[in-house]
């Protein structure tokens, strides 16, 4: 079993930048792709990117390019997740989840999720 | 960008119900979709995969098909723990999409 512990709630103004911390147990943390998931309050899910651990290779939504940054440190297996320029639709539940299928193929889909991180954008 | 569609938004059924759920993708897929089900609060769990593989804890009331653009899941009576938010997930290519959801609840 694998378990993703996410960092806790942020309240942050517009403009300001969050990071997102998810600590992951086992010693597979470089074997899987570790995605961010986010929840607007009472909306549906948005996929917003994912990494690869192994190497750092990264691929982003579009909508969210030039603005997410994921990155990971493999010696205390975690992903961390920074949003810049944050607006009030930001505000969300950000979740990561660690991919079904090994990197050595592709992304296949969200199995282990954390348990999310509440970001309230709000001056 | 894959878009996926999901009807209906939202239904009401009974326990013991049949309960079909229906995601479009807007360009073939292949089998590259995934099912999952969220409970208020909670995170969301993944239930189908690859279109139609019941992942492991899933219940087998559960079951997906579909390839291409077109995919349906099915649960076959409705048990008052199925009651919760279904989303489809394309996972083709790099790029993922989810659809906007549909809520089963109670009649």
């Known amino acids: 079993q694998v378990h993703l512990v996410q960092s806790g709630a942020e309240v942050k103004k517009p403009g300001a930048s969050v990071n997102v911390s998810c600590k992951a147990s086992?010693?597979?943390?470089?074997?899987?792709?570790m995605h961010w998931v986010r929840q607007a309050p009472g909306q549906g899910l948005e996929w917003m990117g994912w990494i690869n651990p192994n190497n750092g290779d990264t691929n982003y939504a579009q909508k969210f390019q030039g603005r997410v940054t994921m990155t990971r440190d493999t010696a205390i297996n975690t992903a961390y997740m920074e949003l810049s320029r944050l607006k009030s639709d930001d505000t969300a539940v950000y979740y990561c989840?660690?991919?079904?299928?090994?990197?050595?193929?592709?992304?296949?889909?969200?199995?282990?999720w954390g348990q999310g991180t509440l970001v309230t954008v709000s001056s | 960008d894959i878009q996926m569609t999901q009807s209906p938004s939202s239904l009401s059924a009974s326990v013991g119900d049949r309960v079909t759920i229906t995601c479009r993708a807007s360009q073939s897929i292949s089998i590259n979709l995934n099912w999952y089900q969220q409970k208020p609060g909670k995170a969301p769990s993944l239930l189908i995969y690859a279109a139609s593989r019941l992942q492991s804890g899933a219940p087998s009331r559960v079951s997906g098909s579909g390839s291409g653009t077109d995919f349906t899941l099915t649960i076959n009576g409705l048990q008052p723990e199925d009651f919760a938010t279904y989303y489809c997930q394309q996972s083709y290519g790099s790029l993922w999409t989810f659809g906007q959801g549909t809520k089963v609840a109670i009649k």
């Open positions: 989840t660690r991919d079904f299928g090994a990197i050595a193929g592709i992304p296949m889909a969200a199995w282990f």
């Open positions: 086992g010693s597979s943390f470089t074997v899987y792709y």
